[in-house]
C-alpha cells in the first residue's frame, strides 16, 4: 500500500472570519474542505494564523487593565496562547463534527498547544512588520499611534493596521508531543497563530513580545514533521506577479530559483504574499519531494489534484 501523503496545511484569515460569529460559520466550511481532503487519502496536520484574533484579545486585555487598576497589561505571548485555545477549540469542535457526519469515526481530534523558540537578536525585535487586529482608517490608525504607542501601516492597499515584531521561528517546542499524535494517526491543529513566541533562558522559556508568521511557523512544522506537502490557504486562488497591475499575470508552476528571482524583485507584499512564498521556497527546498502549493481554501481538495493553485518545488 501506498505511504499516505503527509500535509501540513496553514490556515490564512478568511479560513477563520474576523469576529466570534464569523469564525464559528468559517470553521464549517473550513473543516469540509480539510476533511475532503482526509476523504482523498491524505494525512492532514493544521495550523492556523491568529491576525484579528490576537488583535481583538489584545484589545479586550488592554480594556481590562485600563477599568481594573490590579489587572496588569497581558503581554503578546499571553495574547497568543489565548487566541490558539480559542481557535483550536472551533477548529476541533467543527472538525470532530464533520469527520462523524462523513462517517470517519476512527480520527480523534485535538489541538496542541505549541510553543516556539525564538532568537532575542532576531533583527524582526528592531523592525515591526506583522500586521494585526481589524483594519483602520489612516485618520483612526493615528489615533491609535498617539493613544496606544502602537506602530501602525498601511496593509496591501487594504487600510491601516498595527504591527508588531515578527520574528522566525527557531524550534517547536512539543514537536515531540505532535509527531506522536500525528503518528499514531490523530488530526492535530497546533502552531496556532504561528506558535506561542519564546526566549530561552537557561531552563526557563519566556514569553517573547511578538506575533510569529503562521506561514514560516508551519514551514518548519511541515520540515520537522517529514511532509510530503505544505499547503498555504489564503484569500487568493493564485500568486501573481505584478499584483493589482494592468499586466497582471497568475502563476501555476514555479521553481524554487524561479520563485527566488520574483522575491528579488518585490512582487510580493511584505507581511501578506511575501512570507507566503518565502515558507514554500523554504519548505519546497528543504529536501526532495517537498513541494508548496498557495491556494484558495475552497480550491484545497482541487490544488492537491493539481488543477489549481500555485505549486513551488525544486
Ligand atoms: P492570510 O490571512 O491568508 O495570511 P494575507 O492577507 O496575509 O492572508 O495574504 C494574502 C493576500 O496577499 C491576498 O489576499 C492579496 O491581497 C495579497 N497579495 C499581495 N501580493 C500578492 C501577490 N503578488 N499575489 C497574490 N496576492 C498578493
Ligand atoms: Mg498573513
Redesign the pocket.
Known sequence: MDKKKRIVIAL???ALGNTLPEQMAAVKITAKAIVDLIEEGCEVVVAH?N?PQVGMINNAMAALSREDANQPNTPLSVCVAMSQAYIGYDLQNALREELINRGITNIPVATMITQIRVDQDDPAFQNPSKPIGHFMTEEQARVAEEKYSYIMKED?G?GWRRVVASPKPAEIIEIGAIRSLVDSGQLVIACGGGGIPVMRQGNHLKGASAVID??FASCLLAEELDADFLII????E????N?GKPDETWLDDLSVEEAEKYIGEG???P???LP?VQAAVKFAGSGEGRTALITLLEKAKDGILGKTGTRIHQ
Do not use: Q
Open positions: 490564512g484569515g478568511n494564523g491576525g496591501s487594504r503562521k506561514d490557504l489564503t484569500a487568493v493564485k500568486v501573481a506577479i499584483f512582487h510580493f507584499a507581511g501578506s504574499m507566503k
